[in-house]
């Protein structure tokens, strides 16, 4: 008997420590676990009751009851009583009720988040609070209008069979000192991880179909299938299910190079979780900080040795890279195409009266024989060519301004030789930015022979058809 008065004299104080005001926090918990044990110990070892314990601890029955039947945390978690008044929550409450039942009529992507309430309660009700308030206000009302539904997904584990996932992220580099927005082509195999991506300044289908055939290239052979978005590139219209009607272009670029499609269900981007995740790991990884080159190409050709770089490290416990991943799906994928697809958008064209045809929004010139027939545009990633059933009429690099006029002034050279008075006002000349010595040509042709001074000055010009630029600027 006096061990044991002993050993709950040892322990009473302890006890008493818990209702100090002076005790840090960690000490108090440390003493509540302490207390835990030794009711447990007492209850258990020593087969006192609940009763007794009570009387040499000080606790009341259903805080013993608590700790022997159920857990500390239940013991030593604070239960609120009583909602504390929220005067300025309720004041914006059935605003915010009504702003969200009103958008389940609403495209779920033209709804409210928390950040758009805030915007609204600054701007329509003074609100002074912030922003992270309203973030749990909105949280508790979709809680109780059961608004929150969060999917469940399923794990996923791919066989080595040659799959891949495909999609484009907006990124910016800086190509020559500014700062250039365009789009990140994405491809990446499902099983082994192994990636390629490539930067355009759009995408366009001409952009689609090039980063296809340099992924093919870089990973010499072609996915059995590969899984897309409803890109308007590939689809002409979403159907049933998975269905889709496919853009006729990109019909004959599958089968050029012989692999299957498969499209995401509408607004569920998430299928293709693997390139979808990898977007977030390049735009940390790779375009962080932003890239600078002094060209598209430049930057291109950097990008794919960080693809090569990255797919080769050594990753997990067992330091497998993806490439060596990638060698194990290779017998399922496709053999590189012997022919190479034109990878161009097409457009029938008219020329107009100044020798101009228009595509994509900017126009370009032919040559004046061309005037009133329909040409055949071919827009690639960095140039156009412009045909004449087989025969190629004219060339130029792709503007992506919009509303510019582009001239060559070979093709206009047989048009001036029949109108030499236009050659100071035309914009075929002017555009040509030649060399000074042209203009001072002109002028000293004109002071010499006013009257026929635009025509021998043409004739200076017609013998561009015969030398080129450079030696004709020595001659003058």
Request: net charge positive; aromatic share 10%.
């Amino acid at each position: 008997m006096l061990k044991k008065k002993l050993t709950t004299l040892t322990i009473k104080p302890a006890m008493l420590e818990v209702a100090k005001p002076t005790a840090k926090a960690g000490e108090r918990e440390m003493t509540k676990v302490d207390t835990y044990k030794y009711i447990k110990e007492q209850h258990i070892r020593e087969r006192k009751s609940i009763r007794q314990i009570s009387r040499e601890t000080g606790l009341a029955r259903q805080t013993i009851r608590k700790i022997l039947y159920g857990s500390v945390e239940e013991v030593t978690k604070y239960k609120r009583k009583i909602e504390p008044p929220a005067p300025l929550r309720n004041q914006y409450r059935a605003i915010i009720q009504q702003w969200l039942l009103d958008d389940q009529k609403r495209p779920p992507k033209q709804r409210h988040n928390s950040q758009r309430i805030f915007e609204r309660l600054q701007l329509e009700y003074d609100f002074t609070c912030g922003v992270s308030t309203v973030r749990g206000w909105v949280r508790e009302i979709k809680k109780e209008l059961n608004l929150e539904h969060i999917e469940a997904f399923l794990p996923l584990e791919h066989e080595p069979l040659g799959r891949a996932q495909c999609d484009w992220t907006p990124v910016v580099v800086r190509i020559n000192g500014q700062d250039v927005a365009g789009d990140l082509f994405l491809l990446r195999f499902s099983y082994s991880k192994a990636f390629y991506i490539r930067f355009y300044p759009h995408q366009r289908q001409e952009a689609f179909f090039d980063a296809h055939e340099h992924a093919f290239a870089f990973f010499g052979g072609v996915p059995s299938q590969i899984l897309y978005d409803n890109l308007k590139t590939a689809v002409k219209k979403v159907l049933l299910g998975r269905r889709r009607e496919e853009q006729d272009a990109f019909i004959k670029f599958r089968a050029h190079h012989g692999f299957d499609s498969q499209f995401c269900n509408v607004a569920k981007g998430n299928e293709k979780g693997i390139v979808e995740a990898l977007a977030r790991y390049v735009k940390v990884h790779i375009f962080t900080p932003v890239p600078e080159f002094n060209s598209i190409d430049a930057l291109n050709k950097w990008l794919e040795e960080r693809c090569r770089a990255i797919n080769e490290r050594p990753r997990g416990k067992h330091k497998i890279s993806f490439q060596q991943r990638l060698a194990e799906e290779k017998g399922k994928l496709g053999p590189l195409s012997v022919h190479t697809f034109d990878c161009c958008s097409r457009r029938e064209v008219k020329v107009n009266r100044f020798s101009l045809i228009t595509f994509d929004k900017n126009q370009y010139s032919v040559p004046v024989d061309y005037v009133g027939r329909m040409l055949t545009v071919k827009g690639y990633v960095h140039e156009i060519k412009i045909y004449n059933k087989e025969t190629l009429v004219a060339t130029f690099p792709r503007a992506y301004t919009k509303d510019q006029q582009y001239f060559q002034l070979e093709h206009y050279l047989k048009l001036l030789e029949r109108k030499p008075g236009a050659v100071g006002q035309a914009k075929p000349v002017i555009k040509a930015n030649l060399p000074a010595v042209f203009s001072q040509c002109h002028r000293e042709l004109l002071r010499r022979n006013p009257e026929n001074g635009n025509r021998e000055f043409v004739s200076v010009l017609l013998l561009l058809k015969h030398y080129p630029l450079n030696r004709l600027t020595d001659a003058l």
